[in-house]
């Protein structure tokens, strides 16, 4: 063509998650069974919804209202129901049902969160990265994520030295991501943490961006703690959805609490141009929209959500253990969301370790793909390879550590537990 029409962020746009599909469904095509352990649908593990709420769904989409569009923003009646939930918080930030803004799943919303910012500016997000925030906000830019570290000897903690001496020294970010709970690792983060991360925004004039997709997910002891109940005087944006508690990722359905847009000009000026961006496509979907306060307004609603997150200990405490006493990697257990990360010892990995894979073609597959890759990734091939166990390599999380994760879904319990233990074995004897 006579001008170059790629992006120069293009480069940046990696799913990790998604990805390894693609090398799954050749390996279906050689015979080999797959075990779907990298991406976080409970639906496709085999989890059920309550009678209840599907008879709520079911009631919904008999109202004629649900089949046309709605307001830009989203429903009127469920902005002002969501709103009045954000000032019930204690202690927490009071918004409008204007501060409450639909988009077609939270995907869609970090591409209009990060798409919508000037490109000078950076939003610095944390180490090991989901992939969809570091891959939007590495694309709008042109260049790599900003990262900070999340601690593996510390439970998975953000480092706040790193993160302030990070933004101290490059004045180009201007605003701080963290996932609570968080995805890959599990963390669930204390207040004193939110806490300090809120006082280097406050400090450096930045915004926040919290993803509290898995808020309502939390357990060994924690509790549930949103950031508009710490964020004081701080703008920020917290991004929340109905796909991981329902569970319906199907519905597309997220939406954003914006907090103290009142506070700065410029931040409010950015919000107005979010909004502005949906006006181009008329509005977000009715029907999972109009779900939601006969959902969550149940009264059923909270031991479901209680349900569900000790369903998730028990799990995360069995994968756990299964993992302890494997030589070559570290294992912290999960307190939020559902998945389980794996990392591997310094030294552990070497580019000549393998596991038997009883298929030729397949063998010659893994053979191929392994070549030059980092050498979690070596290690995900050939546990596909050899054992059918798709996980997704941690280095695929903009991450420098070596290791994997997988989730902790599969609604079968001899299945889940076969799979860990099948991890497990195959970690000795790469290992060894």
Known sequence: MRRDIVHSGAKNLSYAIREIVQVGYKMQELGQEIVWENIGDPIQKGEKLAPWIKQALFDVAADER????????????????????????????????????????????????????RREARIIGPTPAYSTHSSAEAAHS????????LDPDNHWMPDL??????????????????????????AVYPREVLEGMVAIAREFGLFVIA???????????????????????????????????FPWPGSRCGWIEVLNRDKDATFNAYVDSLLASK?????????????????????????????????????????????????GV???????????????????????????????????MVETLTKGVNLDARFVYYLMGSTGICTVPLTGFCCKRPGFRATLLENNDEKRTWTFQTIADAIRRYVK
């Open 66 to 117: 649900s089949w046309g569009y709605c307001d830009t923003a989203g429903v009127k009646t469920t902005r002002q129901f969501l709103a009045a939930k954000v000032n019930e918080r204690p202690g927490g930030v009071q918004v409008t049902p204007d501060d409450i803004i639909f988009f077609n799943g939270l995907g869609d919303a970090v591409s209009k969160v990060y798409g919508f910012i």
């Open 142 to 149: 042109g260049y790599e994520h900003l990262t900070y570290e």
């Open 161 to 186: 030295d790193d993160l302030r001496l990070k933004v101290k020294y490059n004045d180009a970010i201007a605003g701080i991501l963290l996932i609570n709970p968080d995805n890959p690792t599990g």
């Open 211 to 245: 993803d509290e997709i898995y808020a309502h997910i939390v357990y060994n002891g924690h509790q549930t703690l949103h950031l508009s109940e710490v964020v004081g005087d701080v703008p920020a944006i917290a991004m929340r959805g109905i796909s991981k508690e």
């Open 279 to 327: 006006r181009l496509e008329v509005c977000s979907t009715t029907m999972p929209q109009l779900c939601i306060p006969p959902v969550i307004g149940d009264a059923r609603y909270p031991g479901h959500l209680k349900a569900r997150a000790e369903t998730f200990e028990r799990r995360a405490r069995e994968a756990t253990a299964i993992f302890a006493n494997v030589p």
């Open 330 to 364: 570290h294992v912290n257990c999960p307190s939020g969301a559902f998945y389980l990360t794996v990392t591997f010892d310094p030294f552990a990995l070497n580019d000549r370790q393998t596991l038997e894979i009883k298929s030729p073609e397949v063998r010659r």
